[in-house]
Each structure stands twice: as structure tokens, then as C-alpha cells.
């Protein structure tokens, strides 16, 4: 119940989260988790060491704080090789947000090194993808979720929704065990290692003559083929470059724990 | 020895510097230079360490065209091709034009890759300092140099890396001309014509 009121006072209050600071990270606990993606180097459970994940993905508030400290990552003065054209194109001006980003929606149309960066500021890091993806397998009641059929059906509705409909707020969905929020049926989220996914053009490429164009093996499958969420966030992952934004792509942080 | 010293002196300066949120890009290197084109590689404020233990920014190889391909010393398969893959297009070029073109291998393995294994290699492979460095990055500045250069890359379990290979042509100011992902002694005649018109 305590959860609940504290949850309800969050979603309440869109800029407690960026005032929170330490508070809005939450810690997840190591364990052993069998990623939907197979490496071939390094099959079955891998370990995962402890660290703390923000409770939402980074609003749009709490971007502009970061841009108005920042000036170099304000749109128009950063760079193209490191944000598009159109970084951060849906905000009104440089330093205003305007009808159409909302404070409390999440941030998108940002770049990976833009996400970088912000994490960096924050004495923070973009999680890895095996973090991202061994938190989002909880539940509100499990930390392992996956293999339930319910669940899965529940966030894929999230992917059948059309994308040209206004974003809803950070913070709106029922937490997970972690009391972590919004991993599924909000926005993607860049991952650290998002170029470390080598699926896109690499396996697309069969017909290549020339298709020993990596050194040594580890190419990548599917463990979990039936797992349609995660596919779905790996293939759009690994069709990324560095500096590109989308209008539903946006990110969290995390941080090591000490 | 002094040498060494202030190469040790310089790394542990690049390094601090390395370290320093505000460093994601700095105001361009020379006052009397034009500000670097927003589309350069060069906006990415990272110094790398090369074969013979020189630190310096990735930005002063502003000035001429270069090849940049990213590779590892210890792997076996594909890196070595990178290196035929330069020398291919060096032999297509007379010897005004290899003059002009530099050619940077940066590792995505820079805990292995020393100065010394740079060395090492540039030394078996007969690489020209003139032209050819060999040069590692921060650790966690990989990610960024291959992030500009749209590389994509995994570190393997058994220490061996899973990665795009790629031979990219910048132009004096860092901006990406062309690219090829055909490696081997066979140059790829579309690119190696980019390189010439670079070097015109």
C-alpha cells in the first residue's frame, strides 16, 4: 500500500524524479539470467553483477535541465556526427519544449552519444543490454517473467499500437518487483552496447561472397524465438547507427553498484 | 628515456583529460583554424596512443585524407586482411598520391594493444610510419570512435572480438567520403577512385 501512494505521489509530481537525484535509481540485485539472445561464446546463464536503474526513462524536464547545463548538446550546436538533424526536432525551440513534449513524457529523438553523455553527467552509464534486458523480464510479482504467456501477450499489444499517437507520460505503468517502471509499452531505450548486435545487414548479407567479414565467431541467434518483445528491440537495436534519433526511441541510466 | 617519461607524462595528461564530462567535444584545436564541420569525425574529442607511445588527439590528423579502419592486434582472421586491404589501395596510387594519404588503424582492444603490440605488428606487416599509425584509445572511448565510424563490434568471451571490418576515406576535415566492407588484396575499384578524387 505504501508502494502504491508512493507510486501515486510520483506520477503526481513529473519533476520529483529529476529533483530525487540518488532516489530515482533503484537497485537491482545480481543473478543469473539466460539472455533471449545466444552468443554462441558464452551460452546459457550468465551472471549479472548488482547495479540500480532509474525508475523511468529520462523525461523531457529532465533533458532540458541537461541541455540548459550543457549548452554544447543543445540542439543546433551539437553536431551532426553525433545527433542528426533531427536531435531533439520535436521540442519547440532549443531550451523549450512546447505543446507537442510534454515535461513528463519521456525524452526522445535523442542519440546515442547524446544518451551517453546525459548518463555521463548524472555520474551515471547507459545499462548494457544484458542489464536492460534482465530487468524488463520481471513482472510486478516475478523477477523472471518471461515464460508466462499472459505477460508476454500483455506487452507485445504494446507493439501493435500505432506509433503516430502522442507518447504517454513516465511513470504511468505498474512498477515491476523492482519498482522499476515503463521498460515495455512506453518507448525503446538505447542500450551501451547497442552496436555490439551484429544481426542487421551482417546476417541479411548470405549471398555475400565475401561474408567472413568479421574476426573470430560469436555470431548471434535467437534462444527464445517465441520471445517476439525482445526480437523486436534487438532487431531495431542492431539497425541503429551512433548518431541516429527516432520519435520513440529514448533511454535510462544506470549505475554501478559500489 | 626522456622520451618515455614525457610520452608517460602525456598519456596520464590525455587520460585526465579523457576523463572529464566536459571533454565530449572541445573547441577546436588551433585559434587560427575554421571550426571543425559538424559532420567531421573529428568532433569527438578522443586521444589515442600510437605504435611508437605518442599520445595525441584524434583531430590533428586534420589536414589530410585518411584511411581508418578499426582492428586488434591479436586476432587472427579478418584483421590482417584490413592491412592488405590498405596496402591494396596504396598500390593503386602513384607515389605523389600515397604521399598524401594516411592510413590509422584504431584498436578496439586497447588493453592489449600497448604501443608495444602496435609495434609489433606494424613492424611485421613492414608498415610505413610515414603513412601507416597504429594507435589505441581510451578504453571507454571505444564505443565512440566506432559510434562516428558506424562499426559495430562485441568482445568475445575467449578475448577475441566479433566486428564489422571496414576501410572508411575521410577527407582533410574528418567527413566521411566513402567506404568499403570489401577486404582483401583485391581493392574494391569503386573506393579506391574516392580515394584518388580525395587526393586531387
Not at chain 2, 575554421?34 to 590528423?61: E, F, H, K
Request: glycine letters at 6%.
Amino acid at each position: 500500500m505504501i508502494r502504491v501512494i508512493a507510486a501515486a505521489v510520483l506520477v503526481a509530481s513529473p519533476f520529483v524524479g529529476a529533483l530525487a537525484g540518488e532516489g530515482s535509481y533503484l537497485p537491482i540485485p545480481s543473478g543469473r539470467f539466460a539472455s533471449a539472445l545466444n552468443y554462441e561464446d558464452a551460452p546459457g546463464k550468465q551472471p549479472v553483477a548488482a547495479y540500480s536503474m532509474m525508475r523511468t526513462p529520462v523525461t523531457n524536464a529532465e533533458y532540458l535541465a541537461f541541455v540548459k547545463a550543457n549548452p554544447k548538446w543543445q540542439r543546433g550546436r551539437a553536431p551532426t556526427v553525433m545527433a542528426e538533424k533531427r536531435y531533439l526536432s520535436h521540442w519547440v525551440g532549443p531550451l523549450e519544449l512546447g505543446d507537442t513534449a510534454k515535461p513528463d513524457q519521456p525524452v526522445v529523438q535523442v542519440s546515442w552519444f547524446a544518451a551517453d553523455a546525459y548518463c555521463a553527467a548524472q555520474g551515471a552509464r547507459l545499462p548494457t543490454w544484458t542489464e536492460w534486458e534482465y530487468a524488463a523480464a520481471a513482472d510486478e510479482t516475478r523477477r523472471d517473467a518471461r515464460s508466462d504467456r499472459i505477460w508476454r501477450e500483455r506487452i507485445l499489444r504494446w507493439y501493435s499500437r500505432p506509433s503516430n499517437t502522442a507518447l504517454p507520460r513516465a511513470g504511468l505503468q505498474p512498477a515491476n518487483v523492482y519498482r522499476v517502471q515503463d521498460l515495455h509499452g512506453l518507448v525503446w531505450e538505447w542500450t551501451e552496447d547497442f552496436s555490439s548486435m551484429l544481426m542487421d545487414a551482417d546476417n541479411r548479407n548470405q549471398g555475400d561472397a565475401d561474408n567472413a567479414r568479421f574476426c573470430g565467431a560469436g555470431a548471434l541467434s535467437m534462444n527464445d524465438r517465441d520471445n517476439y518483445a525482445v526480437l523486436m528491440r534487438v532487431a531495431m537495436l542492431s539497425s541503429l547507427s551512433a548518431e541516429a534519433t527516432t520519435a520513440n526511441l529514448g533511454f535510462r541510466c544506470v549505475k554501478d553498484t559500489p | 628515456m626522456k622520451s618515455l617519461a614525457l610520452s608517460i607524462v602525456l598519456a596520464v595528461l590525455a587520460g585526465a583529460t579523457v576523463v572529464t564530462p566536459d571533454a565530449a567535444f572541445a573547441a577546436p584545436p588551433a585559434a587560427q583554424k575554421a571550426p571543425l564541420p559538424g559532420n567531421s569525425v573529428y568532433q569527438l574529442d578522443v586521444q589515442l596512443t600510437d605504435q611508437a607511445g605518442r599520445t595525441s588527439a584524434w583531430r590533428d590528423r586534420r589536414g589530410k585524407p585518411q584511411l581508418v579502419s578499426m582492428f586488434y592486434t591479436s586476432c587472427q582472421y579478418i584483421c590482417p586482411l584490413i592491412i592488405d586491404s590498405g596496402k591494396a589501395v596504396q598500390k593503386q596510387l602513384s607515389d605523389a598520391e600515397r604521399a598524401r594519404l594516411g592510413i590509422t588503424l584504431i584498436s578496439m582492444d586497447p588493453a592489449r594493444d600497448t604501443p608495444q603490440a602496435l609495434a609489433k605488428v606494424a613492424t611485421q606487416r613492414k608498415l610505413d610510419p610515414a603513412q601507416w599509425t597504429l594507435a589505441s584509445p581510451a578504453a571507454e572511448d571505444v564505443r565512440s570512435v566506432a559510434g562516428v565510424l558506424n562499426i559495430r563490434y562485441r568482445a568475445l568471451a575467449d578475448g577475441e572480438f566479433n566486428h564489422t571490418s571496414a576501410l572508411v576515406l575521410l577527407d582533410g576535415e574528418g567527413r566521411i567520403l566513402a567506404r568499403t566492407e570489401k577486404m582483401g588484396s583485391k581493392p574494391d575499384p569503386e573506393f579506391v577512385e574516392a580515394v584518388r578524387k580525395a587526393l586531387r
